[in-house]
């Protein structure tokens, strides 16, 4: 019989753990506050780009690694996983390709001669951007891929508990043998972990937009992305150390004018308002195994930032390798 194992958190970290462990076998419960559409993986823009998270030289593998799964899940209609051309643009300055993503075939784009007839935020792009590059990435869309993950995890005979909050982690029920924490920025206090900060951020939810069929982002201030999705378009956002959960009438005010600035249309309706706080930690993702203080095993999973759905899969199999080696 395997081991029972306790996964805390069910944003995409855990839910990723969860279905590897569970379709091996093993006896899997996640235990968290939030879950679902409530959790900070529900307010991502969750498409697939290393962003805010260290150390590069484990970040950029285990991103790879994902990337390749997240291609063959897009070919299956109910995973809500799309392939869509992510156009990395830069105010002032010219944008440095990254080597990873040379080898995944980004292309280097010419601003100068891009036609305004293909698509309608093209008119403004020459005036607004310096410089940018393409690259065709994996798209998850939350409002469907978070519901699947649950799902595939439901069907592997795992099972979800909500409204649970631990003070430390040996509060987790000795029964269960390993415990897996995948508990985002709850783990600053659940370990607790000093190193782990809020860094806060808002999107607007807006109704689809007409031919636009890419998404488009800037990561020069203001911070701004436009990504369109099977049923409506993300629009951000902002990246500020805070642990305010509230939506901020002027955050929102702003995403709305910039992104319709670089779209060149009019401000849309806001359908919904969503902040997350990604889990960023100042020395690097923790991925390790660990001893609790009642001798069962911890694996730490968290501290992506803002590379939850980036690192997923990567982190997964990871933490599974580790579990297997302490059995």
Known sequence: MKERVAILGAGVSGL??????????????????????????????????????????????????????????????????????????????????????????????????????????????????????????????????????????????????????????????????????????????LVPDVDLEPHRGQVAIVPKIDNLTCAVVCDDAPLMYAVPRTNDCLFGGTNELSGNLDADPISTSRILTECSRVLNIDKPRVLVERVGLRPFRKSGVRLERDLLRDGRTVIHNYGHGGSGFTLSWGCARTVLRLASESA
């Open 16 to 189: 990723t753990s969860a279905v590897l462990f569970a379709q091996r076998g093993y006896r899997v419960s996640i235990f968290a506050e939030e879950v679902g559409q409530s959790t900070t993986s529900g307010a991502a823009a969750a498409i697939w780009f290393p962003y805010d998270a260290e150390p590069v030289d484990k970040v950029i593998p285990w991103a790879l690694e994902t990337y390749k799964i997240l291609v063959d899940l897009s070919r299956d209609s109910r995973s809500g996983i799309s392939m869509l051309e992510l156009r990395n643009f830069s105010r002032a300055s010219e944008i440095q390709i990254p080597a990873w993503a040379i080898p995944l075939g980004a292309r280097r784009m010419d601003l100068s001669v891009m036609s305004s007839k293909v698509e309608t935020f093209l008119t403004v792009l020459p005036s607004v951007f310096a410089s940018g590059f393409a690259l065709t990435v994996p798209l998850m869309d939350t409002t469907i891929y978070i519901d699947y993950l649950a799902n595939r995890f439901g069907s592997a005979g795992g099972e979800i508990n909500g409204n649970r909050r631990f003070e430390k982690l040996e509060d987790v029920d000795r029964s269960f043998d390993l415990v897996i924490n995948c508990a985002g920025i709850g783990a600053r206090e």
